[in-house]
């Protein structure tokens, strides 16, 4: 069984697809609005996406970066 099946089936997977189609409804909802109407959600759900998947998001990584003095 590959590691994709697993997830599709376990409860992380659960919490993928539900974030998933979230942020799409979430997103055609701002399209329509014609702007950035509900970012802040959209990127806590990204946030929540990229946590449970174990990657680092861009935002995590410039934050995490020794800073220039």
């Known amino acids: 069984m590959s590691e994709l099946t697993q997830l599709e089936d376990g409860e992380l997977g659960k919490k993928l697809k539900d974030s998933y ?36 998001t861009a935002r995590s990584k410039a934050s995490a970066a020794p800073k220039a003095k």
């Open 21 to 56: 189609l979230e942020y799409n409804k979430l997103l055609a909802l701002r399209h329509r609005m014609g702007g950035s109407a509900n970012s802040g959600r959209i990127r806590e759900i990204r946030k929540n996406v990229a946590r449970i998947l174990g990657v680092k």
